[in-house]
């Protein structure tokens, strides 16, 4: 009978024992964290999104309807140094006005910490921000510039800096017959105008005490492609790659542009080229058209190439990480 007893009472303790162990180890294995209702698997709260990268220019497709001579666009990706564009990007046109931008870097670098005249400060201002021919000449002999074909048939001191100091691979002398020496018949590709314009983003071209004056200046281009904005020897020149890109870059910061454009006669054509650049990216467009179609037209094309390479596109849909799988 004793021993019965001393047996119901142990099998009692076992089974309390038990009650009290359970909840106790199931709460350690769960670190005190278990669901309710029932004592079903603990849950994982999904994770919040990960915000997409601001929006910025990268390789992709473009396809513009354009008729006529010669197009060619190239995109710079500063961070990386990748260059990518039209199957036709070395191709070479007339730089124009394009170049205005280079020969005021080219001169203020060699000043280095000199400040220039009052008169020369002020050329260096209209030929970037107006496009003004009769300023950029000035600093373009304040640099070394000369009109003058050379004999072994290379470009001009100031031209050959720039492919020296810029790293360009395609730009040659002008090739057309009494101009050959002047700075806006110089033929450069889109892939160099790239490369120019990371160029005087990165400092080599106007140096330490003059790259974000020459940059500040670059996106205070003013003017529309009007006909009241278009003087003989300047002109408006704030269109093209800004008109294509959205607020959500160019609320980033400052675009930094030196656009190009002249009616050639001699060849029938309109030479139209867009240069823009930022702390990420440098992207040209360039091209030949019938005078008989506006300068509106060529900046609508550079707009377009723009637009086709912001990444991500706008309405672009964003991936949001799935949640983990419950435990």
């Known amino acids: 009978m004793r021993s019965r007893v001393t047996m119901v009472f142990a099998v009692v303790a076992v089974l309390l024992g ?6 106790t180890a199931y709460a350690r294995l769960s670190n005190g964290d278990s669901s309710g209702g029932g004592g079903g698997a603990a849950s994982v709260a999904a994770p919040s999104p990960t915000p997409p990268p601001p929006p910025t220019l990268a390789a992709g497709p473009v396809s513009v309807s354009f008729k006529g001579e010669f197009f060619s666009w190239a995109l710079l990706e500063r961070e990386t140094g990748k260059i990518s564009g039209s ?3 070395t191709a070479t046109s007339s730089t124009e006005s394009m170049i205005k931008a280079w020969i005021v870097a080219d001169y203020l670098r060699q000043l280095g910490d000199k400040e220039p005249t009052e008169a020369l400060k002020k050329a260096s201002v209209l030929a970037i921000r107006d496009s003004n021919d009769a300023a950029a000449n000035k600093v373009y002999a304040a640099a070394g510039g000369s009109y003058k074909t050379p ?9 050959q800096r720039a492919i020296k100091i810029c ?16 700075w806006s018949f110089t033929r450069m590709s889109p892939r160099d105008a790239a490369r120019l314009g990371d160029c005087i983003a990165s400092g080599k071209a106007a140096g330490p005490k003059w790259t974000e004056w020459v940059l500040s200046e ?5 003017g529309t492609t009007a006909n009241k904005d278009q003087k003989a020897d300047s002109g408006g020149g704030r269109w093209g790659i800004i008109d294509g890109l959205p607020k959500s870059i160019t609320a980033q910061g400052p675009v930094s542009m030196k656009n ?22 440098s ?13 509106d037209y060529g900046a609508q ?7 086709q390479l912001v990444t991500p596109q706008p309405g672009a849909a964003l991936k949001v990480p799935q949640p983990a799988e419950a435990l």
Do not use: F
């Open 167 to 182: 790293g360009l691979t395609d730009t040659k002398r002008g090739n057309v017959p009494k101009y050959e020496g002047w």
């Open 301 to 307: 094309a550079c707009a377009s190439v723009a637009t």
């Open 87 to 89: 199957p036709n990007m």
């Open 18 to 23: 038990g009650v009290l162990l359970v909840p």
């Open 151 to 159: 004999a072994n048939g290379q470009p001009g001191p100031v031209i």
């Open 260 to 281: 190009g454009w002249t009616r050639l006669y001699y060849d029938g054509n309109w030479h139209v080229n867009c240069l823009a650049v930022t702390d990420k990216w």
């Open 283 to 295: 992207l040209a467009v360039m091209m030949r058209y019938p005078i008989r179609s506006s300068l």
């Open 218 to 222: 670059m996106s205070k281009v003013r």
